[in-house]
Protein backbone atom coordinates (compact mmCIF):
# COMPACT_ATOMS: atom_id res chain seq x y z
CA UNK A 1 0.00 0.00 0.00
CA UNK A 2 1.64 3.22 -1.15
CA UNK A 3 1.98 5.76 1.61
CA UNK A 4 1.79 9.80 0.52
CA UNK A 5 3.33 12.62 2.02
CA UNK A 6 0.18 13.73 2.77
CA UNK A 7 -0.54 10.62 4.83
CA UNK A 8 2.46 11.01 6.86
CA UNK A 9 1.44 14.46 7.69
CA UNK A 10 -2.20 13.36 8.95
CA UNK A 11 -0.73 11.13 10.84
CA UNK A 12 1.63 12.98 12.40
CA UNK A 13 -1.12 15.82 13.10
CA UNK A 14 -3.27 13.19 14.42
CA UNK A 15 -0.36 12.21 16.48
CA UNK A 16 0.21 15.32 17.81
CA UNK A 17 3.83 15.21 16.20
CA UNK A 18 5.83 17.89 14.65
CA UNK A 19 7.98 16.52 11.99
CA UNK A 20 10.40 18.26 9.87
CA UNK A 21 10.44 18.13 6.03
CA UNK A 22 13.25 15.76 5.68
CA UNK A 23 11.44 13.17 8.21
CA UNK A 24 8.23 13.17 6.71
CA UNK A 25 10.24 12.28 3.20
CA UNK A 26 11.98 9.75 5.08
CA UNK A 27 8.67 8.43 7.11
CA UNK A 28 6.84 8.04 3.59
CA UNK A 29 9.55 5.06 2.96
CA UNK A 30 9.99 3.69 5.88
CA UNK A 31 6.29 3.25 6.86
CA UNK A 32 5.67 2.36 3.55
CA UNK A 33 8.31 -0.74 3.95
CA UNK A 34 7.11 -1.65 6.89
CA UNK A 35 3.38 -1.86 6.35
CA UNK A 36 4.33 -3.76 3.20
CA UNK A 37 5.68 -6.54 5.52
CA UNK A 38 2.65 -6.23 8.10
CA UNK A 39 0.39 -6.89 5.20
CA UNK A 40 1.32 -10.46 5.16
CA UNK A 41 -0.97 -11.41 7.73
CA UNK A 42 -3.95 -10.43 5.61
CA UNK A 43 -2.92 -14.35 4.10
CA UNK A 44 -3.66 -15.62 7.45
CA UNK A 45 -7.03 -17.48 7.92
CA UNK A 46 -8.58 -15.54 10.85
CA UNK A 47 -12.54 -16.23 10.12
CA UNK A 48 -14.22 -17.08 13.37
CA UNK A 49 -11.54 -16.19 15.45
CA UNK A 50 -11.96 -13.83 18.29
CA UNK A 51 -9.42 -11.54 18.77
CA UNK A 52 -7.49 -11.06 21.92
CA UNK A 53 -6.05 -7.87 23.80
CA UNK A 54 -4.21 -9.74 26.43
CA UNK A 55 -3.10 -13.27 27.67
CA UNK A 56 -3.87 -13.06 31.39
CA UNK A 57 -7.65 -14.58 31.11
CA UNK A 58 -8.00 -12.78 33.48
CA UNK A 59 -11.68 -10.69 33.94
CA UNK A 60 -12.65 -7.55 35.27
CA UNK A 61 -9.88 -7.86 38.28
CA UNK A 62 -11.23 -6.07 41.42
CA UNK A 63 -10.02 -4.13 44.17
CA UNK A 64 -10.92 -3.32 47.55
CA UNK A 65 -12.75 0.33 47.22
CA UNK A 66 -10.12 1.77 49.89
CA UNK A 67 -8.56 4.81 50.00
CA UNK A 68 -4.79 5.21 49.69
CA UNK A 69 -2.47 7.89 49.68
CA UNK A 70 -1.95 9.39 45.79
CA UNK A 71 0.55 11.29 44.41
CA UNK A 72 0.55 14.53 46.49
CA UNK A 73 0.09 17.92 44.33
CA UNK A 74 2.93 19.53 45.12
CA UNK A 75 5.14 16.33 44.24
CA UNK A 76 3.36 16.00 40.84
CA UNK A 77 3.08 19.39 40.08
CA UNK A 78 6.89 19.88 40.91
CA UNK A 79 7.42 17.73 37.82
CA UNK A 80 6.20 19.93 35.35
CA UNK A 81 8.07 23.30 33.61
CA UNK A 82 5.36 25.52 34.04
CA UNK A 83 2.41 25.87 36.52
CA UNK A 84 1.61 28.03 39.56
CA UNK A 85 1.85 26.05 42.52
CA UNK A 86 -1.89 24.35 42.05
CA UNK A 87 -2.40 24.23 38.31
CA UNK A 88 -0.37 23.22 35.16
CA UNK A 89 0.37 26.15 32.99
CA UNK A 90 -0.33 25.86 29.40
CA UNK A 91 -0.82 28.56 26.98
CA UNK A 92 -4.33 29.85 26.43
CA UNK A 93 -6.88 27.90 24.51
CA UNK A 94 -9.87 30.13 24.92
CA UNK A 95 -10.09 33.56 23.01
CA UNK A 96 -13.08 35.31 24.34
CA UNK B 1 27.49 -20.97 45.49
CA UNK B 2 26.42 -17.92 42.76
CA UNK B 3 28.12 -14.63 43.32
CA UNK B 4 24.38 -12.74 44.46
CA UNK B 5 23.73 -15.22 47.02
CA UNK B 6 27.38 -15.56 48.03
CA UNK B 7 26.95 -11.88 48.66
CA UNK B 8 23.74 -12.29 51.00
CA UNK B 9 25.50 -14.98 52.77
CA UNK B 10 28.36 -13.04 53.72
CA UNK B 11 26.09 -10.07 54.77
CA UNK B 12 23.07 -12.23 56.43
CA UNK B 13 26.06 -13.42 58.72
CA UNK B 14 27.37 -9.93 59.63
CA UNK B 15 29.98 -8.83 56.88
CA UNK B 16 29.14 -5.26 56.48
CA UNK B 17 27.31 -4.71 53.01
CA UNK B 18 28.97 -1.71 52.59
CA UNK B 19 32.03 -3.66 50.88
CA UNK B 20 30.28 -5.31 48.12
CA UNK B 21 28.08 -2.18 47.47
CA UNK B 22 31.39 0.07 46.96
CA UNK B 23 33.01 -2.33 44.67
CA UNK B 24 30.08 -2.66 42.94
CA UNK B 25 30.49 1.52 42.93
CA UNK B 26 33.51 1.38 41.91
CA UNK B 27 33.17 -0.58 38.82
CA UNK B 28 30.25 1.18 37.50
CA UNK B 29 31.99 4.33 37.83
CA UNK B 30 35.18 3.31 35.95
CA UNK B 31 33.20 0.82 32.78
CA UNK B 32 34.32 1.15 29.45
CA UNK B 33 31.31 0.32 27.86
CA UNK B 34 28.69 2.86 28.39
CA UNK B 35 26.84 0.46 30.20
CA UNK B 36 25.81 3.14 32.89
CA UNK B 37 24.08 6.11 32.62
CA UNK B 38 24.24 6.97 36.12
CA UNK B 39 25.46 5.81 39.51
CA UNK B 40 23.71 6.65 42.72
CA UNK B 41 26.37 6.38 45.66
CA UNK B 42 24.61 8.27 48.21
CA UNK B 43 21.54 6.74 48.10
CA UNK B 44 23.05 2.66 47.51
CA UNK B 45 25.30 3.45 51.03
CA UNK B 46 22.67 4.57 53.00
CA UNK B 47 21.17 1.36 51.35
CA UNK B 48 23.90 -0.55 52.26
CA UNK B 49 24.01 0.89 56.16
CA UNK B 50 20.16 -0.02 56.22
CA UNK B 51 20.03 -3.74 55.25
CA UNK B 52 22.95 -3.88 57.99
CA UNK B 53 21.04 -2.38 60.42
CA UNK B 54 18.22 -5.16 59.25
CA UNK B 55 20.70 -7.88 59.18
CA UNK B 56 21.74 -6.84 62.79
CA UNK B 57 18.12 -6.77 64.26
CA UNK B 58 17.76 -10.37 63.31
CA UNK B 59 16.26 -10.41 59.63
CA UNK B 60 17.61 -12.44 57.37
CA UNK B 61 17.35 -11.19 53.34
CA UNK B 62 17.40 -13.30 50.44
CA UNK B 63 19.38 -10.82 48.95
CA UNK B 64 20.94 -9.30 51.40
CA UNK B 65 23.68 -6.31 50.10
CA UNK B 66 23.31 -7.48 46.80
CA UNK B 67 24.33 -4.54 44.24
CA UNK B 68 21.69 -4.15 41.42
CA UNK B 69 21.54 -1.99 38.31
CA UNK B 70 18.36 -1.06 36.92
CA UNK B 71 17.52 -0.28 33.54
CA UNK B 72 16.31 3.21 33.55
CA UNK B 73 12.91 2.74 32.51
CA UNK B 74 12.34 1.61 35.73
CA UNK B 75 11.04 4.33 38.16
CA UNK B 76 12.75 4.84 41.80
CA UNK B 77 12.00 7.36 44.26
CA UNK B 78 13.91 10.30 43.89
CA UNK B 79 16.00 9.40 40.83
CA UNK B 80 15.90 10.45 37.58
CA UNK B 81 14.14 7.62 34.66
CA UNK B 82 15.10 9.26 31.26
CA UNK B 83 14.50 5.95 29.23
CA UNK B 84 17.52 6.99 27.71
CA UNK B 85 15.11 9.88 26.25
CA UNK B 86 15.32 13.79 26.18
CA UNK B 87 11.95 13.74 26.14
CA UNK B 88 12.34 12.66 29.98
CA UNK B 89 15.47 14.69 30.64
CA UNK B 90 15.20 15.84 34.10
CA UNK B 91 12.59 13.90 35.23
CA UNK B 92 12.63 12.62 39.00
CA UNK B 93 10.70 9.41 39.93
CA UNK B 94 8.02 10.51 42.37
CA UNK B 95 7.05 6.89 43.09
CA UNK B 96 9.49 3.32 43.30
CA UNK B 97 8.25 0.65 40.56
CA UNK B 98 6.79 -2.64 42.64
CA UNK B 99 9.62 -4.67 41.21
CA UNK B 100 12.30 -2.80 42.38
CA UNK B 101 11.01 -1.90 46.36
CA UNK B 102 10.25 -5.70 46.21
CA UNK B 103 14.00 -6.36 45.76
CA UNK B 104 15.06 -3.27 48.10
CA UNK B 105 12.62 -5.51 50.54
CA UNK B 106 14.67 -8.38 50.06
CA UNK B 107 17.87 -6.73 50.90
CA UNK B 108 19.46 -5.42 47.11
CA UNK B 109 21.09 -2.38 46.88
CA UNK B 110 20.65 -0.09 43.37
CA UNK B 111 23.88 1.01 42.27
CA UNK B 112 23.45 2.28 38.95
CA UNK B 113 20.88 3.02 36.13
CA UNK B 114 21.65 1.31 32.89
CA UNK B 115 21.81 2.26 28.70
CA UNK B 116 18.61 0.99 26.65
CA UNK B 117 17.01 2.02 23.58
CA UNK B 118 14.98 4.82 23.64
CA UNK B 119 11.64 4.00 25.37
CA UNK B 120 12.67 0.20 24.70
CA UNK B 121 12.15 0.62 21.38
CA UNK B 122 15.35 -1.15 19.38
CA UNK B 123 17.40 -4.01 19.61
CA UNK B 124 20.74 -2.78 19.45
CA UNK B 125 21.13 0.27 21.93
CA UNK B 126 21.83 2.27 19.12
CA UNK B 127 18.88 4.83 20.07
CA UNK B 128 19.82 5.65 23.37
CA UNK B 129 20.44 9.43 23.73
CA UNK B 130 23.23 8.55 25.79
CA UNK B 131 25.06 7.05 23.28
CA UNK B 132 25.24 3.50 21.92
CA UNK B 133 26.56 0.43 24.39
CA UNK B 134 29.47 -1.16 23.33
CA UNK B 135 29.68 -5.20 23.94
CA UNK B 136 32.33 -6.13 26.74
CA UNK B 137 33.08 -9.11 24.51
CA UNK B 138 34.10 -6.92 21.52
CA UNK B 139 33.50 -3.50 21.49
CA UNK B 140 33.28 -2.63 18.19
CA UNK B 141 29.59 -4.48 18.47
CA UNK B 142 26.34 -3.68 19.73
CA UNK B 143 25.57 -5.62 22.88
CA UNK B 144 21.61 -6.11 21.94
CA UNK B 145 19.00 -4.15 22.88
CA UNK B 146 16.96 -2.93 24.71
CA UNK B 147 18.30 -3.75 28.05
CA UNK B 148 21.81 -3.33 26.31
CA UNK B 149 22.98 -1.66 28.94
CA UNK B 150 21.83 -4.34 31.98
CA UNK B 151 22.74 -7.16 29.55
CA UNK B 152 26.30 -5.33 29.23
CA UNK B 153 26.76 -4.57 32.79
CA UNK B 154 26.66 -8.22 34.13
CA UNK B 155 29.05 -9.36 31.33
CA UNK B 156 31.21 -7.06 32.46
CA UNK B 157 30.80 -8.26 35.69
CA UNK B 158 29.79 -4.60 37.28
CA UNK B 159 27.21 -6.44 39.12
CA UNK B 160 25.65 -9.91 39.67
CA UNK B 161 22.19 -8.59 38.58
CA UNK B 162 20.60 -6.17 36.77
CA UNK B 163 16.73 -5.82 35.76
CA UNK B 164 15.62 -5.28 32.42
CA UNK B 165 12.72 -5.14 30.75
CA UNK B 166 11.36 -7.31 27.40
CA UNK B 167 8.68 -6.38 25.66
CA UNK B 168 9.79 -8.07 22.32
CA UNK B 169 13.11 -9.77 23.38
CA UNK B 170 14.58 -6.46 25.12
CA UNK B 171 15.83 -9.11 27.99
CA UNK B 172 17.01 -12.16 26.20
CA UNK B 173 18.22 -10.91 22.92
CA UNK B 174 21.41 -8.82 24.57
CA UNK B 175 21.57 -11.29 27.22
CA UNK B 176 21.98 -13.79 24.42
CA UNK B 177 24.36 -11.46 22.84
CA UNK B 178 26.69 -10.28 25.87
CA UNK B 179 26.55 -14.06 26.50
CA UNK B 180 24.41 -14.01 30.03
CA UNK B 181 21.51 -15.50 31.37
CA UNK B 182 18.13 -13.54 30.87
CA UNK B 183 14.72 -14.47 32.13
CA UNK B 184 11.29 -12.78 30.14
CA UNK B 185 8.80 -14.01 32.93
CA UNK B 186 5.63 -15.25 31.98
CA UNK B 187 3.33 -12.14 31.58
CA UNK B 188 1.79 -10.82 34.77
CA UNK B 189 4.05 -12.32 37.35
CA UNK B 190 6.07 -9.60 37.80
CA UNK B 191 3.93 -5.93 38.59
CA UNK B 192 4.81 -3.90 35.92
CA UNK B 193 3.56 -0.88 38.30
CA UNK B 194 6.56 2.35 37.73
CA UNK B 195 8.11 0.34 34.58
CA UNK B 196 7.90 3.24 32.34
CA UNK B 197 5.24 1.53 29.81
CA UNK B 198 6.04 0.63 25.93
CA UNK B 199 3.72 -1.69 25.27
CA UNK B 200 1.34 -2.68 27.88
CA UNK B 201 -0.05 -6.13 26.95
CA UNK B 202 3.59 -7.26 26.24
CA UNK B 203 5.80 -5.18 28.90
CA UNK B 204 7.22 -7.64 31.81
CA UNK B 205 9.99 -7.10 34.15
CA UNK B 206 12.99 -9.78 34.56
CA UNK B 207 16.37 -10.50 35.67
CA UNK B 208 19.70 -10.98 33.81
CA UNK B 209 22.70 -12.22 35.61
CA UNK B 210 25.58 -14.57 35.05
CA UNK B 211 24.42 -17.51 36.93
CA UNK B 212 20.33 -18.28 37.18
CA UNK B 213 20.34 -18.91 40.85
CA UNK B 214 21.02 -15.14 41.07
CA UNK B 215 18.40 -14.56 38.20
CA UNK B 216 15.77 -17.11 40.00
CA UNK B 217 16.88 -15.29 43.18
CA UNK B 218 15.83 -11.76 41.74
CA UNK B 219 12.70 -13.27 40.19
CA UNK B 220 11.23 -14.76 43.52
CA UNK B 221 11.84 -11.33 45.31
CA UNK B 222 10.11 -9.80 42.51
CA UNK B 223 7.34 -11.77 41.93
CA UNK B 224 3.60 -11.95 42.98
CA UNK B 225 0.28 -10.09 42.59
CA UNK B 226 0.28 -6.36 43.00
CA UNK B 227 -2.97 -3.90 43.39
CA UNK B 228 -1.05 -1.47 41.96
CA UNK B 229 -1.20 -3.72 38.61
CA UNK B 230 -4.41 -5.22 37.45
CA UNK B 231 -2.79 -6.89 35.30
CA UNK B 232 -0.46 -8.94 37.85
CA UNK B 233 -1.36 -12.62 38.51
CA UNK B 234 -0.71 -15.25 41.10
CA UNK B 235 1.39 -18.01 40.37
CA UNK B 236 2.96 -20.53 42.12
CA UNK B 237 6.45 -21.31 41.45
CA UNK B 238 7.05 -24.50 43.00
CA UNK B 239 10.34 -25.71 43.69
CA UNK B 240 12.19 -27.01 40.31
CA UNK B 241 13.56 -30.38 39.27
CA UNK B 242 16.97 -29.93 38.55
CA UNK B 243 17.76 -33.11 36.04
CA UNK B 244 17.07 -32.73 32.63
CA UNK B 245 16.79 -36.45 32.57
CA UNK B 246 12.98 -37.37 31.19
CA UNK B 247 12.49 -33.86 30.28
CA UNK B 248 10.28 -33.79 27.02
CA UNK B 249 12.31 -31.09 24.81
CA UNK B 250 10.74 -29.53 22.25
CA UNK B 251 12.13 -28.58 18.99
CA UNK B 252 10.93 -26.58 16.11
CA UNK B 253 12.06 -27.76 12.90
CA UNK B 254 11.71 -24.15 10.88
CA UNK B 255 13.79 -22.44 14.26
CA UNK B 256 16.45 -23.91 12.51
CA UNK B 257 16.29 -21.79 9.13
CA UNK B 258 18.51 -18.51 8.26
CA UNK B 259 20.61 -18.94 11.69
CA UNK B 260 24.59 -17.98 11.29
CA UNK B 261 26.49 -21.49 10.77
CA UNK B 262 27.42 -21.14 14.70
CA UNK B 263 24.15 -20.84 16.31
CA UNK B 264 22.85 -23.44 14.11
CA UNK B 265 25.95 -25.63 15.11
CA UNK B 266 25.16 -25.08 18.68
CA UNK B 267 21.39 -25.70 19.15
CA UNK B 268 22.27 -28.31 17.70
CA UNK B 269 24.92 -29.40 20.26
CA UNK B 270 22.89 -28.35 22.55
CA UNK B 271 20.03 -31.04 22.09
CA UNK B 272 22.58 -33.98 21.55
CA UNK B 273 23.53 -33.09 24.68
CA UNK B 274 19.94 -32.73 26.44
CA UNK B 275 19.78 -35.85 24.52
CA UNK B 276 22.59 -37.40 26.43
CA UNK B 277 21.85 -36.17 29.35
CA UNK B 278 17.94 -37.97 29.27
CA UNK B 279 15.97 -35.77 27.98
CA UNK B 280 13.48 -36.54 25.24
CA UNK B 281 13.19 -34.50 21.90
CA UNK B 282 9.75 -34.24 20.84
CA UNK B 283 9.48 -32.04 17.04
CA UNK B 284 6.59 -29.42 17.45
CA UNK B 285 5.07 -26.66 15.40
CA UNK B 286 4.39 -23.37 15.52
CA UNK B 287 2.63 -23.03 12.83
CA UNK B 288 1.58 -18.99 12.81
CA UNK B 289 5.22 -17.98 14.99
CA UNK B 290 6.33 -16.60 11.44
CA UNK B 291 3.45 -13.80 11.77
CA UNK B 292 4.88 -12.84 15.13
CA UNK B 293 6.93 -9.87 13.84
CA UNK B 294 4.04 -8.62 11.91
CA UNK B 295 1.70 -8.68 14.96
CA UNK B 296 4.08 -7.75 17.24
CA UNK B 297 5.07 -4.31 14.75
CA UNK B 298 1.10 -3.91 14.72
CA UNK B 299 0.32 -4.36 18.57
CA UNK B 300 3.44 -3.29 19.72
CA UNK B 301 3.52 0.17 18.28
CA UNK B 302 -0.12 0.69 18.99
CA UNK B 303 0.05 0.16 22.62
CA UNK B 304 3.24 1.92 22.40
CA UNK B 305 1.56 5.21 20.21
CA UNK B 306 -1.35 5.36 22.87
CA UNK B 307 1.25 5.18 25.92
CA UNK B 308 3.46 7.62 25.09
CA UNK B 309 0.43 10.47 24.29
CA UNK B 310 1.15 10.85 27.62
CA UNK B 311 4.10 12.64 27.31
CA UNK B 312 3.11 16.12 26.23
CA UNK B 313 5.30 18.32 27.27
CA UNK B 314 2.97 19.65 30.05
CA UNK B 315 2.95 17.55 33.11
CA UNK B 316 6.70 16.28 33.32
CA UNK B 317 9.66 15.72 30.37
CA UNK B 318 10.62 17.86 27.77
CA UNK B 319 8.29 21.42 27.13
CA UNK B 320 9.00 23.37 23.90
CA UNK B 321 7.96 27.20 23.63
CA UNK B 322 4.66 27.46 21.69
CA UNK B 323 2.07 30.14 21.59
CA UNK B 324 -0.87 27.64 21.31
CA UNK B 325 -1.51 24.68 23.21
CA UNK B 326 -1.35 22.33 19.70
CA UNK B 327 1.80 23.67 18.52
CA UNK B 328 2.95 23.34 22.59
CA UNK B 329 2.37 19.41 22.33
CA UNK B 330 3.97 18.66 18.74
CA UNK B 331 6.54 20.78 19.39
CA UNK B 332 7.52 19.16 22.52
CA UNK B 333 6.73 15.68 21.10
CA UNK B 334 9.19 16.39 17.78
CA UNK B 335 12.05 17.72 20.19
CA UNK B 336 11.63 15.01 22.89
CA UNK B 337 11.10 11.87 20.67
CA UNK B 338 14.33 10.38 18.11
CA UNK B 339 14.12 8.81 15.26
CA UNK B 340 12.48 5.59 16.15
CA UNK B 341 10.20 6.72 18.76
CA UNK B 342 8.78 8.81 15.91
CA UNK B 343 8.95 6.18 14.00
CA UNK B 344 6.61 3.96 16.18
CA UNK B 345 4.35 6.41 17.20
CA UNK B 346 3.33 7.08 13.57
CA UNK B 347 3.13 3.37 12.52
CA UNK B 348 1.43 2.41 15.91
CA UNK B 349 -0.82 5.83 14.67
CA UNK B 350 -1.75 4.64 11.34
CA UNK B 351 -2.74 1.20 12.39
CA UNK B 352 -5.07 2.42 15.00
CA UNK B 353 -6.82 4.83 12.70
CA UNK B 354 -9.48 4.86 11.41
CA UNK B 355 -10.20 2.77 8.16
CA UNK B 356 -6.90 0.42 8.80
CA UNK B 357 -7.82 -0.32 12.30
CA UNK B 358 -10.03 -3.75 11.14
CA UNK B 359 -7.57 -4.61 8.51
CA UNK B 360 -4.31 -4.40 10.71
CA UNK B 361 -5.25 -4.44 14.23
CA UNK B 362 -8.08 -6.21 14.78
CA UNK B 363 -6.14 -8.95 12.09
CA UNK B 364 -3.01 -8.81 14.58
CA UNK B 365 -5.70 -9.64 17.69
CA UNK B 366 -6.19 -12.53 15.72
CA UNK B 367 -3.28 -13.97 14.85
CA UNK B 368 -2.03 -13.36 18.31
CA UNK B 369 -4.62 -15.55 19.45
CA UNK B 370 -3.60 -18.06 16.96
CA UNK B 371 -0.15 -18.07 17.76
CA UNK B 372 -0.85 -18.32 21.76
CA UNK B 373 -3.21 -21.62 21.10
CA UNK B 374 -0.12 -22.53 18.59
CA UNK B 375 1.82 -22.69 22.04
CA UNK B 376 -1.31 -24.41 24.01
CA UNK B 377 -0.56 -26.98 21.83
CA UNK B 378 2.59 -27.87 21.88
CA UNK B 379 3.15 -27.50 25.41
CA UNK B 380 0.58 -30.30 25.78
CA UNK B 381 3.40 -32.61 23.75
CA UNK B 382 6.54 -30.86 25.55
CA UNK B 383 7.34 -28.99 28.99
CA UNK B 384 9.79 -26.74 27.28
CA UNK B 385 10.94 -25.32 23.40
CA UNK B 386 14.84 -24.95 23.34
CA UNK B 387 15.82 -22.58 19.98
CA UNK B 388 18.02 -19.80 18.91
CA UNK B 389 17.26 -16.43 20.49
CA UNK B 390 19.00 -14.66 17.55
CA UNK B 391 19.44 -15.65 14.29
CA UNK B 392 23.16 -14.55 14.43
CA UNK B 393 25.88 -13.88 17.24
CA UNK B 394 26.36 -9.50 17.66
CA UNK B 395 26.32 -7.55 15.00
CA UNK B 396 28.34 -4.34 14.37
CA UNK B 397 27.12 -0.96 15.12
CA UNK B 398 25.46 0.80 12.11
CA UNK B 399 25.17 -2.67 10.40
CA UNK B 400 21.30 -2.37 10.59
CA UNK B 401 20.24 1.31 11.98
CA UNK B 402 19.68 2.52 8.44
CA UNK B 403 17.32 -0.27 7.89
CA UNK B 404 14.21 -0.53 10.43
CA UNK B 405 12.97 -3.59 8.73
CA UNK B 406 16.19 -5.49 8.77
CA UNK B 407 16.34 -4.39 12.88
CA UNK B 408 12.70 -5.43 13.51
CA UNK B 409 13.49 -9.19 12.17
CA UNK B 410 16.39 -9.08 14.28
CA UNK B 411 13.82 -10.05 17.41
CA UNK B 412 12.42 -13.05 15.17
CA UNK B 413 12.34 -15.80 17.62
CA UNK B 414 11.99 -13.66 20.96
CA UNK B 415 8.64 -11.82 19.94
CA UNK B 416 6.11 -14.84 20.16
CA UNK B 417 6.93 -15.20 24.10
CA UNK B 418 5.25 -12.24 24.40
CA UNK B 419 2.67 -12.64 22.31
CA UNK B 420 1.48 -15.65 24.13
CA UNK B 421 2.84 -14.54 27.64
CA UNK B 422 4.60 -17.26 28.56
CA UNK B 423 8.43 -17.07 30.23
CA UNK B 424 11.07 -17.44 27.98
CA UNK B 425 14.68 -17.21 28.83
CA UNK B 426 17.83 -16.77 26.85
CA UNK B 427 21.26 -18.50 28.29
CA UNK B 428 24.38 -18.78 26.98
CA UNK B 429 25.71 -21.55 25.11
CA UNK B 430 28.56 -21.62 23.37
CA UNK B 431 30.92 -18.87 21.01
CA UNK B 432 31.39 -18.61 17.82
CA UNK B 433 34.47 -18.28 15.57
CA UNK B 434 34.98 -15.06 16.47
CA UNK B 435 34.52 -15.94 20.42
CA UNK B 436 31.13 -14.14 20.77
CA UNK B 437 28.82 -15.64 22.96
CA UNK B 438 26.03 -17.93 21.48
CA UNK B 439 22.49 -17.62 23.33
CA UNK B 440 19.87 -20.39 23.27
CA UNK B 441 16.11 -19.67 24.51
CA UNK B 442 14.17 -21.85 26.34
CA UNK B 443 10.30 -21.29 26.57
CA UNK B 444 7.53 -23.10 28.70
CA UNK B 445 3.99 -23.10 29.74
CA UNK B 446 2.71 -19.57 31.92
CA UNK B 447 4.44 -19.68 35.42
CA UNK B 448 7.02 -22.56 34.33
CA UNK B 449 9.79 -19.60 35.06
CA UNK B 450 11.46 -21.57 37.94
CA UNK B 451 11.59 -25.09 35.93
CA UNK B 452 13.07 -22.89 32.72
CA UNK B 453 16.04 -21.65 34.91
CA UNK B 454 16.92 -24.88 36.26
CA UNK B 455 17.13 -26.38 32.80
CA UNK B 456 18.84 -23.72 31.24
CA UNK B 457 21.44 -23.87 34.27
CA UNK B 458 21.56 -27.49 33.42
CA UNK B 459 22.36 -27.01 29.70
CA UNK B 460 24.80 -24.35 29.68
CA UNK B 461 27.13 -26.70 32.39
CA UNK B 462 27.11 -29.48 30.46
CA UNK B 463 27.79 -26.86 27.14
CA UNK B 464 30.96 -26.13 29.55
CA UNK B 465 30.09 -22.63 29.82
CA UNK B 466 31.23 -20.38 33.13
CA UNK B 467 28.55 -18.90 35.68
CA UNK B 468 30.31 -16.02 35.33
CA UNK B 469 31.33 -12.62 33.81
CA UNK B 470 33.26 -12.63 30.38
CA UNK B 471 37.21 -12.38 30.81
CA UNK B 472 37.73 -9.99 28.23
CA UNK B 473 36.05 -7.50 30.60
CA UNK B 474 38.25 -8.33 33.75
Not at chain 2, 44 to 53: G, Y
Not at chain 2, 145 to 166: E, F, T
Not at chain 2, 369 to 385: E, G, T, V
Amino acid sequence: MPISESEVRRLASLARLALSEAEVARLVGELEAIVAYVAQLAAVDTEGVEPIAQVTDLEHPGRPDAVVAGLARDTALALSRQHDGECYLVPKVVER
Amino acid sequence: MSPALAIAEAVNRGTSARAAVERALAACRAERWNCIVRTCEAEALAAAEAVDRRVRAGERLPLAGVPIAVKDNLCITGLPATCCSRMLAGYIAPYTATAIARLQDAGAVVVAQTNMDEFAFGSSNETSCYGPVRNPHDPTRIPGGSSGGSAAAVAAGLVPIAIGSDTGGSIRQPAGLCGCFGLKPTYGLVSRYGLIAFGSSLDQVGPLAADPADAEAALLAMAGPDPLDATSVAWELSAPAASLAGLRLGVVPAHREGLQPAVRAALEACCERARAAGAELVEVELPHERYAVAVYYIIGTGEAASNLARMDGVRFGHRAEADDLAALYAESRGQGFGAEAKRRIMLGTFVLSTGYYEAYYRKAMQVRRLIRDDFRAAFARCAAILGPVSPTTAFRFGEKLADPLQMYLSDIFTIAANLAGIPALSFPCGRDPDGLPIGLQLSGPPGSDRQLLAWSRALAISAGVPLAPCDAAA
